[in-house]
């Protein structure tokens, strides 16, 4: 009997076994050991291993807004914002209760990581997809639902996940033949490549087919900080313009999007600056290739004296205003110069609603807007809206018009004492 008895202990034994071993390799059970008083302080840890969830799946590509607004009046959201039912939602909140009717949205940021469900096979075999919002159709579909102008932002030329997975692609140190990084230890692709021309410009393709009904091009320029004379470039000669090579990659967007809608990012000081500001960055080699440009006029990022004032973010009003004189002067001397030349574009600048060189309390950021309008009161056809910018997406609602309604009109600042000749 307890031959049998054991025999059949043994049996229950072995079947347990098998059936645990077949769960194991069928579901991927991880068996560890671990402390446990109960059983001398031995037992089977069982644990799922960690996997990848699938991303869910997403409704159909949608079309673009059926009557976009003549005026842009936008908020700059991160990819991270957009994919938080909570922050989402209060964005939409505010757009809705105030004169706002867009959002710019990262589509990629200067991560280089690709933040929605692509399709497009380079960017997975880089290895630059970060899943961050992972329903981007059904995203736009709840945008155009509340009537909301969606523009999708790529970071051009800064993009970590790029220069690794193409080195040969990224500017590169002269004196230590590793990627060249600037100072705040990011990677630079060279400006001249039309490969990197060609993968963004995918990027903004799919986009737009996927609904978006704007792609927004930025750092569409060379590196500007860090040690600059120790940068060397794998496809630029060296010898050809920087302003000629910035010129051509927007050339070739506005080849391989003919009818879609995109606007550029460009430094504030191109507005009264036509050197190139070291950056290959130009108004008027701009203005050709896309309905809006977006100067980002930020006072903040005026160097002290800009037209007198020791610290130009103290005067918000008077900053953008001249910008903007500045920049519609440029523009309609370039109509006259190349009266042939096809010229579509609106201005559109970033105003600041951040805290930097001063508090950007609701009066300041309103002076701004009013500063931008005032310019272009006597030039109607280039007002095409603005767009506000705060890294934590957290805007100033008081600064904003109410839906129906308008703000009081303040008078501008008082004009300081010049220390400085302005810049030209």
Known sequence: MRVRNAIILIGIILVGLGLFLFIGKSNRIVIGVAEDAGIDK???KVA??????????????????????DKIKAIYATSWSAGSEKK????????????????????KDYSGYVTYNTDLELVKKYNAVDLRIPQMNKLIKRLHDEGIYVIGRIAVFQDQRLALARPDLAIYSSSTGETWKDNKGLMWMDTASPEVWDYNIAIAKEILSRGFDEANFDYVRFASDGKLDDIKFPVWDEKTLKTHIVRDFFSRIRQEIPDGKISGDLFGLVTVNKDGLGIGQSLTYAIPYF????????PSHYFPGFIGYQNPADYPYEVVKYSMDSAVKQIEDFKVYASTTPMNAKI??????????ATYDATKVRAQIRAFDDALAGHPELNGGWMLWNPSNIYTKDALEPEGGV???????????PVAAPQS
């Open 42 to 44: 031995q037992v089977a």
């Open 48 to 69: 799922l291993a960690q996997t990848v969830p699938p991303a869910p799946s997403d409704i159909e590509p949608q079309s673009s807004l059926p009557n976009p607004p």
């Open 88 to 107: 989402l939602e209060y964005l939409i909140k505010l757009i809705k209760d105030t004169e706002l009717n867009a959002i710019v949205i990262d589509v």
């Open 291 to 298: 309905d809006a440009i977006a100067p980002m006029t930020y």
């Open 348 to 357: 559109r600048p970033w105003i600041q609603d951040f805290n930097l060189g």
């Open 407 to 417: 703000l009081p009109v303040e008078a501008p600042s008082p004009a300081p004492v």
